[in-house]
């Protein structure tokens, strides 16, 4: 059991997910009526800047493809969770491939950054 740290919004609660792949990245607030925030029963999203604790976090931990989920709370980022093989919802398939793409362009950076 972790203790509940929230991210308040005056309609409900909020979550960011920051999905990455080698230079390439997205990172978006999701804003629910709900405690726990789920991108499927979101009622509003927005793109949001990376915290720079994050991105130190993402060097320390190796990871060159993933997604970071998050909150700012009293001030600082909480990481609530590494993932390196993302998922998606299913009702948000539409907005996830148009962000894809641009992903896809990261993994040509890291097989040139590898040799």
Same mark, same amino acid.
């Given at each position: 059991?972790?203790?509940? #740290?929230?991210?308040? $919004?005056? &309609?409900?609660?909020?979550?960011?997910?920051?999905?990455?792949?080698?230079?390439? @990245?997205?990172?978006?607030?999701?804003?629910?009526?709900?405690?726990?925030?789920?991108?499927? @029963?979101? #009622?509003?999203?927005?793109?949001?800047?990376?915290? &720079? @604790?994050?991105? $130190?976090?993402?060097?320390?931990?190796?990871?060159?493809?993933?997604?970071?989920?998050?909150?700012?709370? $009293?001030?600082? %980022?909480?990481?609530? &969770?590494?993932?390196?093989?993302?998922?998606?919802?299913?009702?948000?398939?539409?907005?996830?491939?148009?962000? %894809?793409?641009?992903?896809?362009?990261?993994? $040509?950076?890291? #097989?040139?950054?590898?040799?």
């Amino acid at each position: 059991m972790e203790k509940f #740290i929230p991210e308040r $919004e005056p &309609d409900g609660f909020a979550v960011r997910f920051w999905v990455f792949c080698g230079e390439r @990245e997205r990172c978006t607030r999701y804003v629910s009526p709900n405690r726990l925030v789920k991108a499927s @029963e979101t #009622i509003r999203r927005e793109p949001v800047p990376v915290p &720079d @604790e994050l991105r $130190e976090r993402r060097r320390e931990l190796g990871f060159d493809y993933g997604k970071f989920d998050f909150v700012m709370h $009293e001030g600082r %980022a909480v990481l609530l &969770d590494a993932n390196k093989t993302p998922g998606r919802p299913q009702n948000l398939v539409k907005m996830f491939a148009a962000g %894809a793409s641009d992903l896809t362009h990261g993994f $040509e950076g890291l #097989i040139h950054r590898a040799k």
